[in-house]
């Protein structure tokens, strides 16, 4: 765990009067740790658990009623049902879509650098067109290939987020 991910998740566990202080002692045994030629790791290692910190000093994060649990996980059961499986499926189609636009552009871009090859023997369109062509869709598939790749890193965190979203309910974390 990096000196962010500790502090990040110690700052959470906190109450607000007495976040400031204690952060700062942290901050302080990390810059004696990194002075002493520690990695973030180890000083984190060895300083445990953020939820062990603020257990120690007296801030214990409690569980929701089992009450709060199961109206919690009725509402994301009847989300789920009515608009999460719609929305998901939407966003895959969608998804799968756009990269088969990427696939058309590729495959239409080299169609095209091959067909400037054969109009050499038949001269309907001249082959510096279809060349220039084949070649802009080529590089409008390189940029559009990788905006898909951003786009598939999103669709990935936001999955990856709502099952989370879901074992935290499920799990009464």
């Known amino acids: 765990m990096t000196k962010k991910e500790f502090m990040t998740k110690l700052k ?10 204690i952060l700062l002692d942290y901050e302080e045994h990390f810059l004696t740790g ?3 030629g520690k ?34 996980a009725i509402g994301i059961i009847l989300f789920d049902l009515f608009i999460g499986i719609s929305l998901l499926s939407s966003l895959i189609s969608i998804w799968f879509g756009l990269w088969a636009v990427v696939l058309a552009l590729l495959v239409s871009g080299i169609a095209a650098i091959i067909g400037s090859m054969l109009t050499i023997l038949i ?20 940029l559009s290939g990788i905006g898909m790749i951003y786009v598939t890193k999103w669709f990935y965190k936001a999955i990856k987020w709502f099952v989370e979203l879901h074992i935290k309910i499920f799990t009464n974390k």
Not at 123 to 141: A, E, K, M, N
């Open 39 to 72: 990695s973030e790791e180890q000083i984190a290692d060895e300083l445990g658990d953020p939820v062990d910190v603020a257990k120690e000093y007296g801030y214990v994060q409690g569980k929701a009623p089992v009450g709060n649990m199961i109206f919690a």
């Open 123 to 142: 001269h309907p369109i001249p082959w510096y067109l279809l060349l220039f062509s084949g070649i802009s869709l080529l590089g409008l598939t390189v």
């Open 34 to 36: 990194l002075n002493e």
């Open 12 to 21: 959470r566990l906190l109450p607000e009067k007495d976040r400031k202080d």
